[in-house]
């Protein structure tokens, strides 16, 4: 009998937890029940010009194997230093697109994270690890060859954290005959102009080499922005932490500053925080909604993103 009774109980306490459960469930918006499934591909990529392959992981829409001939536009997303192709998948962005997605804060397009290693994603000083040409010349044609990619500059778009926050305005800005948005969060903007004697720092003497190298110009976005056609300027975004170190914060601002002297439109946010994930989870979101329109992603709606303060800040 006391067997019958615990059974009964349990029955009972189930069958309640089914109820409130689908209770829930009802009461949510229907767009609300089930995010998409979302299909991380991860492989190597051969190359001629390192002498190597490198790893990449491609983030793609739900149902990529059965959408065909549908094709997809696509954005790069660079790590920052001592990261790697995973740490975006790892720290939860794949969850991040997955609930813009079922928000339908953003529509369907490929993500692509490379692996960079500690090369801030110029041509290595001693022109051994040329990672701008692996990137510019190899990576991204083959990701339009591999998957059903968008291949335009209209459909294609970068963003980076710390050192990819530099890489991405380095190479958006560089390569703006490929890029039609461009974001970089808690970026390391003014690095190419960092002294690294001074600094102690060995990787960005591989880098960059000697502060007086004239060869970091050429991968300088305070100089870099200078050149590029009004008529190719990408979209402009990026942010930064309150509780950054003074000299990033420094360089972000006087980066809005150079923006707003030069007239070219942009948008620069400061935001509560450090340097660090915490920080970039909540940017990532606002980036992907912002930039989603831009690379001819449909959306259904992208709250705030108007509201977004233009740069104001300066030195």
Same mark, same amino acid.
């Given at each position: 009998?006391?067997?019958?009774?615990?059974?009964?109980?349990?029955?009972?306490?189930?069958?309640?937890?089914?109820?409130?459960?689908?209770?829930?469930?009802?009461?949510?918006?229907?767009?609300?029940?089930?995010?998409?499934?979302?299909?991380?591909?991860?492989?190597?990529?051969?190359?001629?010009?390192?002498?190597?392959?490198?790893?990449?992981?491609?983030?793609?829409?739900?149902?990529?194997?059965?959408?065909?001939?549908?094709?997809?536009?696509?954005?790069?997303?660079?790590?920052?230093?001592?990261?790697?192709?995973?740490?975006?998948?790892?720290?939860?962005?794949?969850?991040?697109?997955?609930?813009?997605? &079922?928000? *339908?804060?953003? @529509?369907?397009?490929?993500?692509? =994270?490379?692996? !960079?290693?500690?090369?801030?994603? /110029?041509? +290595?000083?001693?022109?051994?690890?040329?990672?701008?040409?692996?990137?510019?010349?190899?990576?991204?044609?083959?990701?339009?060859?591999?998957?059903?990619?968008?291949?335009?500059?209209?459909?294609?778009?970068?963003?980076?954290? &710390?050192? *990819?926050?530099? @890489?991405?305005?380095?190479?958006? =800005?560089?390569? !703006?005959?490929?890029?039609?948005? /461009?974001? +970089?969060?808690?970026?390391?903007?003014?690095?190419?102009?960092?002294?690294?004697?001074?600094?102690?720092?060995?990787?960005?003497?591989?880098?960059?080499?000697?502060?007086?190298?004239?060869?970091?110009?050429?991968?300088?976005?305070?100089?870099?922005?200078?050149?590029?056609?009004?008529?190719?300027?990408?979209?402009?975004?990026?942010?930064?932490?309150?509780?950054?170190?003074?000299?990033?914060?420094?360089?972000?601002?006087?980066?809005?500053?150079?923006?707003?002297?030069?007239?070219?439109?942009?948008?620069?946010?400061?935001?509560?925080?450090?340097?660090?994930?915490?920080?970039?989870?909540?940017?990532?979101?606002?980036?992907?909604?912002?930039?989603?329109?831009?690379?001819?992603?449909?959306?259904?709606?992208?709250?705030?993103?108007?509201?977004?303060?233009?740069?104001?800040?300066?030195?």
């Amino acid at each position: 009998m006391v067997n019958l009774l615990q059974n009964f109980r349990t029955t009972r306490r189930r069958a309640a937890l089914a109820i409130l459960a689908a209770a829930v469930l009802l009461a949510l918006p229907a767009k609300c029940l089930a995010a998409p499934a979302l299909a991380d591909d991860c492989r190597t990529v051969p190359s001629q010009i390192l002498g190597r392959s490198l790893d990449v992981c491609v983030v793609l829409p739900a149902g990529y194997n059965s959408s065909a001939p549908r094709r997809y536009p696509v954005l790069f997303y660079l790590h920052g230093l001592f990261e790697n192709e995973h740490s975006w998948i790892d720290r939860g962005g794949q969850e991040i697109l997955e609930g813009l997605l &079922s928000s *339908g804060k953003v @529509g369907e397009f490929i993500v692509v =994270l490379p692996d !960079a290693g500690k090369s801030f994603y /110029v041509n +290595s000083y001693d022109g051994r690890d040329r990672y701008e040409d692996f990137f510019i010349q190899e990576l991204v044609p083959w990701v339009d060859r591999t998957y059903r990619a968008l291949a335009r500059r209209e459909t294609r778009g970068i963003e980076g954290d &710390s050192m *990819g926050g530099y @890489g991405s305005m380095m190479l958006g =800005l560089k390569y !703006a005959n490929l890029f039609s948005a /461009v974001a +970089s969060l808690s970026g390391t903007l003014r690095c190419a102009e960092w002294d690294p004697v001074k600094m102690k720092d060995a990787t960005l003497r591989e880098a960059f080499g000697p502060l007086d190298n004239p060869a970091r110009a050429a991968v300088d976005p305070f100089k870099l922005i200078k050149k590029v056609p009004r008529a190719q300027m990408p979209q402009l975004y990026f942010s930064i932490g309150e509780g950054d170190s003074r000299v990033m914060l420094g360089d972000n601002r006087a980066f809005a500053h150079l923006l707003a002297q030069l007239k070219i439109p942009y948008r620069y946010c400061e935001v509560p925080g450090g340097h660090q994930w915490p920080v970039w989870e909540l940017e990532i979101q606002r980036v992907l909604a912002l930039q989603a329109p831009v690379l001819g992603v449909k959306v259904a709606g992208c709250p705030g993103v108007e509201k977004m303060p233009d740069g104001i800040q300066a030195p």
